[in-house]
């Protein structure tokens, strides 16, 4: 057995923030996936995990020395209502682990067994979702998006029942920590001030030792708004659609956690919603920013205790912090998108440009990606190409915009050539798209077939790359592949 050097300092906090509970062996672990660079990344030995002790490790059969697996205590707004409890019920945090370049990590098993946070719950997880999580989130991370990540998919050789059988399988997460805006929420609803504090102290610790000082807890809301706000930014100028941002779905450290029934979108729409179980699209792609201003009210909320003695005072500074939400988040959206159009100077109108391209791209139902993509490529041309335009329903709307862009770009200071270099470094070619995540799921849940799901994999690890050959995955879906609804699956 080779040691893992875990360092498990969630597990060293007081008994009531987890319930200790060891997963439950399956019958018959087949490990479909190992991400290879990840587990070097992370100090551990690829083919070591690939071999029995590994295998038995990533399916939960066996627990390795040093682990100490724990369901960590959550509570958390689901869809605007408030559940005082929810808490690990499909998931099994092994331990932290510390990097090559010393950062922490933790390891967590998803889909485990039953926890006693499993309420109704199997403490199970089908191979569909195993295998939405898996692509989305490393994808995620090979667009540059604050993201936990997959270290490993492994079928149990059981079947899960959800509306039919399915094939159970486990994912193996990484994630800089499983803290959760629900995790505060869990100790401010118990009125239990130490526990707060003490969660705020290991979390400034983990993620924000800036934030150590006087006014810590201000300092540490100031600090996860700010993270928020950007990540949200990101999700925006990539056209990713959370579908589920629940507070207890929302990581402390701002990266993108709990991948359900998430999607990318194809045309572009601000009420674009996908997830079946959203009916009232609270969660569309673009409520995405109101609603993140509306979960972090809510870690505000809690963190009041810790703010100031006095409930006024707290309630005022919790308020001004908050009310930096949107100027902090326009900035950092007008950043990412003066990127997606090619501009390295500011000015004032920009904005405006901004808004009137994706007002264009609405009534012209243009797909996303591929206009930021195309326009790219024409950046590095003084005159237009087709290429662009013919996404839009109607070009010649195109055409006006783009001569004001075009006028734009006269009073930049960069050449051609470096902008369009800069542009396409930001603009994927490849996304996820929905159609072709559901094939992989499909050929791998109906057919045993991995390979669609290898070479989607494949794909999506270089989005910014021309892949020859592989052309028609940067394709948006025809009418008859278009999928309008994903599925949590739980
Ligand atoms: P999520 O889908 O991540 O928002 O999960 C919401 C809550 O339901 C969390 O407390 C999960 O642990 C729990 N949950 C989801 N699926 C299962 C399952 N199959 N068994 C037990 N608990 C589950
Ligand atoms: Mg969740």
Request: glycine letters at 6%; aromatic letters at 8%; a negative charge.
């Amino acid at each position: 057995m080779i040691p893992i050097a875990f360092d498990n300092s969630y597990a060293r906090l007081p008994p009531r923030f987890f319930a200790a509970v060891a997963p439950t062996p399956v019958r018959a672990p087949r490990l479909i996936r190992l991400n290879a660079p990840l587990a070097s990344q992370l100090g551990l030995d690829p083919d070591w995990l690939k071999g029995p002790e590994g295998v038995a490790m990533l399916s939960g059969n066996d627990v390795p020395a040093g682990a100490t697996p724990i369901a960590t205590a959550y509570a958390g707004h689901q869809f605007g209502s408030f559940t005082p409890q929810l808490g690990d019920g499909r998931a099994i945090l092994l331990g932290e682990l510390i990097d090559r370049r010393g950062k922490r990590h933790d390891l967590q098993l998803k889909g485990a067994g039953p926890t006693p946070f499993s309420r109704r719950g199997d403490g199970r997880a089908a191979l569909g979702q195993v295998l939405r999580e898996y692509i989305v989130s490393e994808a995620m991370a090979a667009l540059g998006v604050p993201t936990t990540r997959a270290l490993a998919a492994a079928l149990t050789g059981e079947t899960v029942r959800r509306e039919t059988l399915l094939p159970g399988a486990l994912l193996t997460r990484v994630a800089s920590s499983h803290v959760r805006i629900g995790t505060f929420q869990f100790f401010a609803a118990r009125g239990d001030v130490e526990a707060l504090r003490l969660l705020a102290d290991h979390v400034i610790a983990r993620h924000y030792p800036d934030c150590a000082g006087e006014d810590r807890y201000l300092a540490l809301l100031e600090a996860v708004i700010a993270a928020q706000a950007g990540l949200v930014a990101q999700w925006l100028a990539i056209g990713f659609i959370h579908g589920v941002m629940n507070t207890d779905n929302m990581s402390i450290a701002g990266e993108t956690i709990d991948y359900g029934p998430c999607a990318f979108m194809d045309a572009y729409h601000p009420a674009t919603v996908f997830s079946s179980i959203d009916e009232h699209g609270r969660y569309a792609f673009g409520n995405q920013p109101p609603i993140a201003r509306w979960n972090l009210a809510r870690l505000a909320e809690a963190l009041l205790p810790l703010l100031a003695d006095d409930q006024d005072k707290a309630v005022s500074i919790a308020q001004d912090a908050l009310d930096r939400f949107d100027a902090e988040f326009q900035a950092q959206l007008i950043e990412r998108f003066r990127r997606k159009l090619g501009l390295a100077t500011q000015e004032a109108d920009d904005f405006e440009l901004v808004r009137a391209l994706l007002d264009t791209m609405q009534r012209g139902e243009a797909d996303f990606t591929l206009v930021f993509q195309h326009l790219s490529e024409e950046a590095g041309q003084s005159e237009s190409a087709d290429t662009c335009r013919n996404l839009f329903a109607d070009p010649t709307k195109f055409d006006v915009w783009e001569s004001r862009w075009r006028q734009r770009l006269l009073r930049e200071p960069t050449s051609a050539e470096a902008r369009r270099d800069a542009m396409l470094r930001v603009n994927p070619l490849f996304i996820p798209r929905n159609h072709r995540v559901e094939a992989a799921i499909e050929a791998a849940v109906e057919h045993d077939d991995l390979a669609p799901f290898e070479l989607l994999l494949e794909v999506l690890a270089k989005p910014f790359d021309a892949q020859p050959g592989l052309e028609d995955y940067a394709r948006p879906p025809a009418v008859h592949e278009r999928v309008v609804a994903t599925f949590c699956g739980t």
